[in-house]
């Protein structure tokens, strides 16, 4: 059985990426002694005025689930114009979403003019997903009806779900993930026409694809997944997720995603590294001129000495020479010079994101087998001594290309 078409229209690409706009959820209804069933989600009739994004291609910073981390201090100094978080639409629950630290601190940052954008995350690690039309479904959506009123109309950009085929169990990878996904997405939309003032600035993606580089992740609920976002007209592309080993890898998440696609979508990227790559590497001895200068057994291992940074942060020139004097990681460079020429030679990519802050959850419980997310980040607070009180030290492989490329 086909499913329905919204008919609201997306405006083509016209030079800058269009934008859709919608939103602000009505409250539920109250004194009935029983909650009520979220609202049916109806199709959109009606059409939307858009505002343009100033220009594709641009590159930001990712917080993650840390937006309350935002440093404007080292967000002006990188020259930052966008920035990227998720928020998990759980958290509703326990904080009302006009509460939640990191809402109200993505809303700030576009108080202050920095565009943003903004994940929805629905885990679902531990518990199944639920059926359209459930009651479990209509809890799903009223809880997610708390949160809309809060960024529609103020973030530019709402990815729905974050990452779908992770924040997931694997038993349920199939129909029963995008029934889930397109149900929710039919609800952001419908609530986005019905919320938004005139004119609207958010835009819609799907949210996020990853290890698509690996044939074996390319699976019926995938290609399901980007013929949704290909055949709902108000959906203006996907994300895409690409942490790989090989840096070469990167290209098949496009030459993959690219052409199931309408021909006016775009993409986001608003996560990419070789962390996997640096993973390879821990267990690696340190630079023998390292070990030298610093007074380190030439045995030690990579690993061991990050674990020491972290314990007890460098000065920066100690950090530096640790990843300079390190083929592995001195070779790999340019990678946001690189990537970003790559992403914007489609001349598709709406924004691209990249790690920008180390945060705790890189460092707890180290150890050689720990995912060294934290090399990846733009500035180094939790393994740098900071320069002052007021923004961290940034890592040296980064911060050069990142400014040049805004």
Same mark, same amino acid.
Request: hydrophobic share 40%; aromatic share 10%.
């Given at each position: 059985?086909?499913?329905?078409?919204?008919?609201?229209?997306?405006?083509? =690409?016209?030079?800058?990426?269009?934008?859709?706009?919608?939103?602000?959820?009505?409250?539920?209804? /109250?004194?009935?002694?029983?909650?009520?069933?979220?609202?049916?989600?109806?199709?959109?009739?009606?059409?939307?005025?858009?505002?343009?994004?100033? $220009?594709?291609?641009?590159?930001?910073?990712?917080?993650?689930?840390?937006?309350?981390?935002?440093?404007?201090?080292?967000?002006? !100094?990188?020259?930052?114009?966008?920035?990227?978080?998720?928020?998990?639409?759980?958290?509703?629950?326990?904080?009302?979403? /006009?509460?939640? $630290?990191?809402?109200?601190?993505?809303?700030?940052?576009?108080?202050?003019?920095?565009?943003?954008?903004?994940?929805?995350?629905?885990?679902?690690?531990?518990?199944?997903?639920?059926?359209?039309?459930?009651?479990?479904?209509?809890?799903?959506?009223?809880?997610?009806?708390?949160? %809309?009123?809060?960024?529609?109309?103020?973030?530019?950009?709402?990815?729905? +779900?974050?990452?779908?085929? *992770?924040?997931?169990?694997?038993?349920?990878?199939?129909?029963?993930?995008?029934?889930?996904?397109?149900?929710?997405?039919?609800?952001?939309?419908? /609530?986005?026409?019905?919320?938004?003032?005139?004119?609207?600035?958010?835009?819609?993606?799907?949210?996020?694809?990853?290890?698509?580089?690996?044939?074996?992740?390319?699976?019926?609920?995938?290609?399901?997944?980007?013929?949704?976002?290909?055949?709902?007209?108000?959906?203006?592309?996907?994300?895409?997720?690409?942490?790989?080993?090989?840096?070469?890898? *990167?290209?098949?998440?496009?030459?993959?995603?690219?052409?199931?696609?309408?021909?006016?979508?775009?993409?986001?990227?608003?996560?990419?590294?070789?962390?996997?790559?640096?993973?390879?590497?821990?267990?690696?001895? *340190?630079? $023998?001129?390292?070990?030298?200068?610093?007074?380190?057994?030439?045995?030690?291992?990579?690993?061991?000495?990050?674990?020491?940074?972290?314990?007890?942060? &460098?000065?920066?020139?100690?950090?530096?020479? =640790?990843?300079?004097?390190?083929?592995? &990681?001195?070779?790999?460079?340019?990678?946001?010079?690189?990537?970003?020429?790559?992403?914007? +030679?489609?001349?598709? %990519? !709406?924004?691209?994101?990249? +790690? &920008?802050?180390?945060?705790?959850?890189?460092? !707890?419980?180290?150890?050689?087998?720990?995912?060294?997310?934290?090399?990846?980040?733009?500035?180094?607070?939790?393994?740098?001594?900071?320069?002052?009180? /007021?923004?961290?030290?940034?890592?040296?492989?980064? *911060?050069?290309?990142?400014? %040049? %490329?805004?």
């Amino acid at each position: 059985m086909p499913r329905p078409r919204l008919t609201t229209r997306v405006l083509p =690409l016209a030079g800058a990426l269009v934008l859709i706009s919608g939103f602000c959820l009505p409250g539920a209804a /109250a004194g009935s002694g029983r909650e009520p069933e979220a609202p049916a989600v109806q199709p959109v009739t009606s059409e939307f005025r858009v505002q343009p994004l100033p $220009a594709l291609g641009a590159l930001g910073a990712n917080y993650n689930e840390n937006l309350d981390q935002l440093n404007y201090r080292e967000l002006q !100094a990188s020259r930052s114009t966008w920035v990227r978080g998720f928020y998990a639409v759980t958290e509703a629950d326990r904080v009302p979403p /006009a509460e939640s $630290a990191g809402l109200r601190a993505i809303r700030a940052a576009h108080d202050r003019g920095l565009r943003t954008v903004l994940s929805l995350q629905f885990p679902k690690t531990t518990v199944p997903f639920p059926r359209p039309g459930s009651a479990e479904m209509a809890a799903e959506l009223r809880r997610l009806d708390r949160v %809309l009123p809060v960024v529609l109309g103020t973030v530019d950009i709402v990815t729905i +779900g974050n990452e779908p085929f *992770i924040e997931s169990m694997p038993s349920q990878r199939d129909h029963r993930l995008n029934d889930f996904y397109e149900t929710v997405a039919r609800h952001v939309i419908a /609530a986005r026409a019905g919320l938004c003032a005139d004119p609207c600035s958010t835009h819609l993606y799907l949210g996020a694809l990853n290890r698509l580089d690996l044939p074996a992740n390319r699976t019926p609920a995938v290609e399901r997944y980007l013929a949704f976002a290909r055949e709902t007209p108000e959906l203006e592309g996907v994300d895409l997720h690409p942490h790989v080993r090989d840096q070469a890898r *990167i290209q098949d998440f496009l030459d993959y995603t690219l052409p199931r696609l309408r021909p006016d979508q775009t993409f986001l990227v608003t996560e990419f590294s070789l962390v996997w790559h640096w993973q390879q590497h821990m267990t690696d001895r *340190i630079p $023998a001129a390292f070990a030298r200068r610093y007074g380190y057994s030439p045995d030690v291992q990579m690993w061991q000495v990050i674990g020491d940074a972290i314990e007890h942060p &460098f000065p920066a020139h100690q950090w530096n020479d =640790l990843l300079s004097q390190s083929p592995w &990681f001195e070779s790999k460079k340019h990678l946001l010079r690189d990537e970003m020429a790559r992403f914007r +030679g489609t001349g598709r %990519l !709406a924004v691209a994101t990249y +790690g &920008f802050r180390q945060i705790p959850s890189m460092t !707890a419980n180290w150890s050689a087998t720990k995912t060294p997310w934290l090399l990846n980040s733009v500035f180094a607070p939790l393994t740098v001594r900071p320069r002052d009180d /007021a923004m961290a030290a940034p890592n040296y492989a980064w *911060i050069d290309d990142y400014r %040049l %490329l805004q």
